[in-house]
């Protein structure tokens, strides 16, 4: 090899880590996590920390690995769960009790209660746009009472809304509904809705969030 190519492998070896550190760095402002950018990458950990710090210059392999990692390929970040707490209690003063709601989220019963009960600090991303879909459905709508179990499961549910003193989703702010800390400025007062809510059921994707071990909804809502 001459010293001219070998120059302009060594510049393009250069420029490819460059182009690593770089993409690391963008995925690290995305909120990947130096561990989460390994695992997709196949690497350690600490290779991609020293990378991204310039402590290490990257292997021809480990940069193309790293430059092919996208953020969609990484886990989302939990995030707070309190306004999803609001939302379930919300829905909760319509008449929508845990089970119910579970059903239409497609996650397990055991899940929501521990939501509505604040047992919850973070909740995955996933789970937490399941809840709000179906608090936009039903927030005005009161829960059906076609048939005697139905009625006995919205009488609990406003039952227990009455005693938490929870507030309807009319009171809430949407604006600051899932600013962490965010409390409604009024408690539980009657209502009653725009009509009977709808049944819902989670897309095909979600149904498997409805199944497996009780442990694995425990990490959906941030138990775990």
Same mark, same amino acid.
């Given at each position: ?45 600490? &290779? ?62 055991? &899940? ?113």
């Amino acid at each position: 090899m001459t010293a001219r190519a070998e120059d302009r492998l060594i510049r393009a070896a250069d420029g490819r880590g460059r182009s690593a550190r770089d993409h690391v760095r963008r995925l690290r402002q995305d909120g990947g996590s130096y561990r989460a950018i390994a695992a997709a990458a196949g690497v350690g950990p600490m &290779t991609v920390h020293g990378i991204a710090t310039g402590q290490r210059t990257p292997t021809p392999s480990t940069a193309t690995a790293l430059l092919t990692v996208t953020p969609g390929a990484l886990p989302r970040p939990r995030i707070d769960a309190g306004g999803t707490r609001l939302r379930l209690r919300a829905l909760h003063v319509m008449g929508h009790g845990s089970a119910r709601i579970a059903r239409a989220a497609g996650a397990s019963d055991k &899940t929501i209660r521990k939501l509505v009960r604040g047992d919850a600090k973070t909740i995955s991303p996933r789970l937490c746009e399941a809840i709000a879909d179906v608090y936009d459905a039903w927030w005005d709508k009161r829960s059906p009472e076609r048939t005697p179990a139905e009625r006995a499961a919205a009488t609990a549910a406003r039952r227990r809304a009455i005693a938490g003193n929870w507030c309807a989703g009319a009171a809430l702010d949407d604006d600051k509904l899932d600013v962490p800390g965010y409390r409604p400025p009024q408690g539980w007062k009657p209502a009653t809705g725009t009509g009977p809510a709808t049944d819902m059921r989670p897309p095909a994707r979600d149904h498997q969030m409805e199944l497996g071990p009780s442990r694995r909804h425990d990490r959906e809502a941030g138990i775990a």
